[in-house]
């Protein structure tokens, strides 16, 4: 089965970038979206954004545009998620995902059957 594992996580001062990475351990031709989630402490998981893998069409939660981007290596089978101007509030565990379906809404958690086990980021005001 295709896992997934993130990495770049960490600490950063409010206002500072951080870059999350994600790579499938295989490739699949069943792969329709990757996208990141996020869950604060006491919160529900919530959409970050995704991407569409055959034709590249981005989406994004608002409070994301404008800070985060999100894009695909191909060739790595890699998804990242570039963070910039981070604020307090995007403290979370940020989890990628994975359709293997075509899916009708990527900000619908229940729309994806892969996820990674998550990296923590912590902004500092």
């Known amino acids: 089965q295709v896992k997934l594992v993130e990495s770049g996580g960490g600490l950063v001062q409010a206002g500072g970038s951080l870059n999350l990475s994600c790579a499938a351990s295989?490739?699949?031709?069943?792969?329709?979206?990757m996208g990141w989630f996020r869950q604060a402490p006491g919160k529900e998981r919530e959409f970050v954004a995704a991407?569409?893998?055959?034709?590249?069409?981005?989406y994004y939660t608002d409070s994301a545009k404008d800070r985060f981007t999100i894009s695909k290596d191909s060739a790595k089978n890699t998804v990242l998620l570039q963070m910039n101007s981070l604020k307090p509030e995007d403290t979370a565990v940020y989890y990628c995902?994975?359709?293997?379906?075509?899916?009708?809404?990527?900000?619908?958690?229940?729309?994806?059957?892969?996820w990674g086990q998550g990296t923590k980021v912590t902004v500092s005001s």
């Open positions: 991407v569409n893998w055959s034709t590249g069409r981005t």
């Open positions: 295989e490739r699949s031709n069943r792969k329709y979206h």
């Open positions: 995902t994975a359709s293997l379906s075509p899916i009708r809404e990527p900000a619908l958690l229940h729309e994806y059957a892969l």
